[in-house]
């Protein structure tokens, strides 16, 4: 069985300010027809490149280690693709101070 595969449809549906250390916002994005991921994270350092983290639960073992495990995981150029949009919506909103690759 063939299939062939299209791009999905990216689309940045919003993007909220954070103020909260390194944390600059948390965003909205829609993947095709279908999929709505919220609470995806743009994160950003002084002076370092931002970048895009997945939603994520936090829980804490009987020894109180914390530890994050992934509500998603995006893989290939998909990945790529809507990291892109949201860190480009997030640089076009003035969220964070430098692209990927490019200094404003």
């Not at 595969?5 to 940045?12: K, L, R």
């Not at 095709?32 to 991921?37: K, S």
């Not at 998909?78 to 892109?84: F, G, M, N, S």
């Amino acid at each position: 069985m063939a299939t062939t595969t299209t791009a999905a449809a990216i689309e940045v549906i919003a993007v909220s300010a954070i103020s909260a250390g390194n944390l600059k916002a948390l965003v909205s994005v829609r993947i095709g027809p279908a999929l709505v991921l919220h609470k995806v994270r743009v994160v950003q350092q002084p002076a370092q490149r931002p970048w895009v983290s997945m939603p994520t639960e936090k829980w804490e073992d009987r020894d109180g280690k914390v530890h994050y495990v992934p509500l998603v995981a995006l893989t290939g150029s998909l990945k790529t693709r809507v990291e892109a949009a949201i860190l480009d919506e997030a640089l076009r909103q003035g969220v964070i101070t430098t692209g990927h690759g490019r200094t404003t």
